[in-house]
């Protein structure tokens, strides 16, 4: 029975908004283990919920087109920064139709620096376009004039992430941005230097692959 439930929620973490994000493996597996402590399925049918992005997609709703202005407080990697507002309310946001190289992948570290020389304890507006499944919100931020954003791409920092792009960027503000990415390339700024840079949601897909084997290994015994 516990076999079953592991996959369960495994499956129900895969098919999340954010299965490109290893954090959904950590949380199955912390799930499984309170059933295994006693819990029973209704203990846990709401954070089977959370892994299949039901709250989430009602929390984005309340949140979607939402502005504010704040200062930033904390930068966690390449694009995910930490904003107090005037209201002293802590935020975490993930930057919006950018994906910057994981922190343990190569230039990670280096993205993040880059932001942080940019931006650290700046004051900022922040555009937020929605929430994500783990609470972060997905913004765009402005220090002054400058779209954070965009500058991480410029600055060979940051991939244009297209697939989500797509969804919220108008047709100017996409083309604005691949073509910040283009004229990076062309110059070889930042990770572009390197040869063959891999793509974070690439890596990402790799690391996924790994743990799930890991999963499936330590469970069924595959």
């Given at each position: 029975m516990?076999?079953?439930?592991?996959?369960?929620?495994?499956?129900?973490?895969?098919?999340?908004?954010?299965?490109?994000?290893?954090?959904?493996v950590k949380?199955?597996?912390e799930?499984?283990?309170r059933?295994?402590?006693g819990?029973?399925?209704?203990?846990?049918?709401?954070?089977?919920?959370?892994l299949?992005?039901?709250?989430?997609?009602?929390?984005?709703?309340?949140?979607r087109?939402?502005?504010?202005?704040?200062?930033i407080?904390?930068?966690?990697?390449?694009?995910?920064v930490h904003?107090t507002?005037?209201?002293?309310k802590?935020?975490?946001?993930?930057m919006?139709h950018i994906?910057?190289p994981?922190?343990n992948?190569?230039?990670?570290?280096?993205?993040?620096?880059?932001?942080?020389?940019?931006a650290?304890?700046?004051?900022?507006?922040?555009?937020?376009?929605e929430?994500?499944?783990?609470?972060?919100?997905?913004?765009?931020?402005?220090?002054?004039?400058?779209?954070?954003?965009l500058?991480?791409?410029?600055e060979?920092?940051?991939?244009?992430?297209?697939?989500?792009?797509?969804k919220?960027?108008?047709?100017?503000?996409?083309?604005e941005y691949?073509a910040?990415?283009k004229?990076?390339?062309?110059?070889r700024?930042?990770?572009?230097?390197g040869?063959?840079?891999?793509?974070?949601w690439?890596?990402r897909?790799q690391?996924?692959?790994?743990q799930?084997?890991?999963?499936?290994?330590?469970?069924?015994?595959?």
């Amino acid at each position: 029975m516990l076999k079953w439930l592991a996959l369960t929620a495994v499956l129900a973490g895969g098919f999340s908004y954010a299965s490109d994000k290893t954090d959904w493996v950590k949380f199955g597996s912390e799930v499984v283990e309170r059933v295994a402590q006693g819990g029973g399925w209704k203990s846990i049918l709401p954070d089977l919920y959370e892994l299949a992005g039901i709250e989430h997609a009602e929390k984005s709703r309340q949140v979607r087109q939402k502005s504010y202005t704040g200062r930033i407080t904390r930068i966690s990697d390449g694009d995910t920064v930490h904003v107090t507002d005037g209201n002293g309310k802590k935020h975490k946001i993930r930057m919006a139709h950018i994906d910057a190289p994981e922190l343990n992948q190569a230039y990670g570290t280096r993205a993040r620096d880059q932001l942080v020389a940019a931006a650290d304890n700046a004051k900022v507006r922040v555009k937020v376009f929605e929430l994500d499944r783990y609470g972060r919100e997905v913004a765009q931020v402005f220090a002054g004039d400058t779209d954070l954003n965009l500058q991480q791409i410029r600055e060979g920092a940051a991939w244009h992430y297209e697939s989500y792009a797509r969804k919220q960027q108008n047709k100017l503000a996409f083309a604005e941005y691949a073509a910040a990415q283009k004229q990076a390339k062309k110059n070889r700024k930042g990770l572009w230097r390197g040869n063959n840079p891999q793509a974070p949601w690439d890596w990402r897909k790799q690391q996924n692959a790994r743990q799930n084997h890991s999963e499936r290994t330590k469970w069924f015994g595959w």
